[in-house]
Nanobody, 124 residues
Framework: QVQLVESGGGLVEPGGSLTLSCVGSGFTLDYFSVAWFRQAPGKEREGVACSRLGRGGSTVADSVKGRFAISRDNAENTFYLHMTNLTAEDTAVYYC?????????????????WGQGTQVTVSS
């Protein structure tokens, strides 16, 4: 059974850092491209970062470039979102997702399996 389970969300002060984890099971991470999305209340789901299968590189959204980074540990079937210098605008539910193929995009439709989400709240 395919599963993606996020963890690492929580409450953090502005300027702080968090690392989210997404553990996959039921599939081999190395053969899939993966991504992180977020959705704030009343807003559409937004792509944050994606990582191409194997060692194909990554893409980070302009809105978080320089502050967020995506990484993956294929041996652990886990990928991560490293977030720094967080602001209130980063408050959202963060979702991890996977897709077949080597392309990597920041739009939801090609991603065919999603985690349940983890809440990140940036507030003092």
């Amino acid at each position: 059974q395919v599963q993606l389970v996020e963890s690492g969300g929580g409450l953090v002060e502005p300027g702080g850092s968090l690392t989210l984890s997404c553990v996959g099971s039921g599939f081999t991470l190395d053969y899939f491209s993966v991504a992180w999305f977020r959705q704030a209340p009343g807003k559409e789901r937004e792509g944050v970062a994606c990582s191409r299968l194997g060692r194909g590189g990554s893409t980070v959204a302009d809105s978080v470039k320089g502050r967020f980074a995506i990484s993956r540990d294929n041996a652990e079937n886990t990928f991560y979102l490293h977030m720094t210098n967080l602001t209130a605008e980063d408050t959202a539910v963060y979702y991890c997702a996977k897709k077949a193929g080597s392309s990597c995009g920041l739009y939801p439709p090609p991603y065919d399996f999603w985690g349940q989400g983890t809440q990140v709240t940036v507030s003092s």
